[in-house]
């Protein structure tokens, strides 16, 4: 199915609603929620700075280091799936026949979402 999608083989209203909009929310959420259980163990220093500097593997708070490769996991995937939710609606929109201004704005939103949520991050 994901062979499919990244191909534009759906419609462009399945590939840009569900896949794209709500499938990058439900990923931001996510991040979002291991971001915020992790803030407050971190107790306002980065992530960086908390292992570089303070971090002793003798006498590490198991909490901060689970939810650190939670949090920095599901990062990863969501940048990597608003990548190719981008070429997907992307690709699904040149297949699209019926209104060529509603292909571009498609695209032009898809673009304009993943750069307003990974903007948040960085």
Do not use: H, Q
Not at 21 to 47: D, W
Not at 51 to 70: E, G, H, Q, R, W
Not at 78 to 102: C, K, Q, T
């Amino acid at each position: 199915m994901y062979k499919k999608l990244i191909a534009g083989e759906f419609g462009l209203k399945e590939t840009f609603w569900k896949f794209g909009i709500f499938g990058i929310l439900a990923g931001l959420l996510i991040v979002k929620m291991f971001g915020a259980l992790l803030a407050p163990l971190l107790g306002g220093i980065s992530i960086y700075k908390y292992f570089t500097a303070y971090f002793n593997p003798l006498k590490m708070d198991t909490s901060i280091v689970v939810y650190t490769v939670c949090y920095l996991t599901s990062l990863c995937l969501f940048i990597a799936y608003n990548i190719s939710m981008v070429f997907a609606v992307w690709r699904s929109g040149a297949r699209y026949e019926r209104s060529p201004w509603l292909s571009r704005i498609a695209r032009l939103v898809i673009i304009l979402v993943v750069y307003l949520c990974l903007r948040s991050f960085f």
